[in-house]
């Protein structure tokens, strides 16, 4: 078996990963994320007990049972670089004896199988607010990326990363945008079908912009110009055998493409709070949110 050295996987002294402070027997198989650490007891408040609690950095993780699952509430920070790091956090405390540093399955991974232990498969819906890019799109609504796409540029540090982009609809991408060389390439991944079908069948389902930023990769433009004023025209009408771009956030693209490499489940569901059509922004929705989160624990 592989064995993974120190200076590739930090372990902490008491054999919790290195960022997240998690040992493998606190992480549920179902986890529920979001952005921000304040959400974490916002979701575990629906959990009938909780067994684990414990925060570290902006990374907060509460497992406890809801409704006869056990699930794990987990905030990621804000953006795909996070990510990178939760998410090979996440599969390490699945797939990794800690205190061997041996891989135990390689299944599951793109492109590789083998016989060893079974493969420890993690599902993870994202839940977050963004700001939304059509009319069909407007505050109050729920989208589930059914495609996200990366500004980041993360996926191309990964070999495996061509087995799980949307290849062709990247090509159309930059070229109907006029996609600056001075950019990253972006990089296109589905969420897990059948968890799409399962979590969103009744959300607008699309395609979702994970910025590498929140204002100017956004097109917001505040003191600083912008190197493409006309963006956000040309992203709302962009279309892609029927799906159009839907909304903006920060994480769902990595989510995605990470966790495909992986072999786990994944998708996002957003609330939209901001009407990027309309100009419009709601601050007020955490009555909305809390139906989100009712809506992926029930179904999860």
């Not at 135990?104 to 599902?123: C, E, V, W, Y």
């Not at 072999?263 to 709601?282: D, F, P, Q, V, W």
Request: aromatic share 8%.
């Amino acid at each position: 078996m592989r064995k993974i050295s120190p200076d590739q996987l930090p372990i902490n002294d008491d054999g919790s990963v290195f960022h997240l402070h998690l040992k493998p027997e606190q992480l549920a198989d179902k986890i529920v994320m979001m952005g921000d650490p304040e959400r974490v007891p916002v979701v575990a408040k629906y959990f009938d007990s909780v067994e684990f609690d414990q925060q570290s950095r902006e990374f907060r993780t509460i497992t406890g049972m809801y409704q006869g699952k056990r699930i794990t509430a987990l905030s990621h920070g804000i953006g795909c670089d996070n990510l990178d790091i939760v998410m090979t956090e996440l599969d390490a405390l699945a797939t990794i004896d800690l205190q061997t540093r041996e891989v135990k399955t390689h299944q599951g991974i793109a492109g590789q199988a083998s016989n060893d232990a079974p493969f420890r498969q993690l599902t993870m819906v994202r839940i977050g607010t963004s700001g939304g890019l059509q009319s069909f799109c407007p505050i109050g609504s729920y989208v589930a990326s059914e495609i996200s796409m990366g500004m980041d540029g993360l996926l191309y540090f990964y070999k495996a990363k061509k087995s799980v982009e949307e290849w062709q609809l990247s090509a159309q991408f930059v070229r109907q945008m006029r996609w600056s060389r001075w950019l990253a390439n972006p990089y296109f991944v589905r969420s897990d079908a059948e968890l799409l079908d399962r979590i969103g069948y009744d959300m607008i389902k699309g395609i979702t912009i994970s910025a590498c930023g929140f204002y100017g990769p956004q097109g917001r433009h505040v003191r600083l110009g912008l190197t493409n004023p006309e963006q956000n025209q040309r992203l709302e009408t962009f279309e892609y055998n029927g799906l159009k771009i839907c909304n903006y956030e920060m994480e769902s693209a990595a989510l995605a493409g990470l966790a495909a490499l992986m072999g786990h489940k994944a998708m996002t569901a957003c609330l939209i709070i901001a009407g990027r059509y309309s100009g419009e922004m709601n601050t007020n929705y955490k009555g909305s949110f809390d139906e989100l989160i009712t809506k992926v624990l029930d179904r999860i």
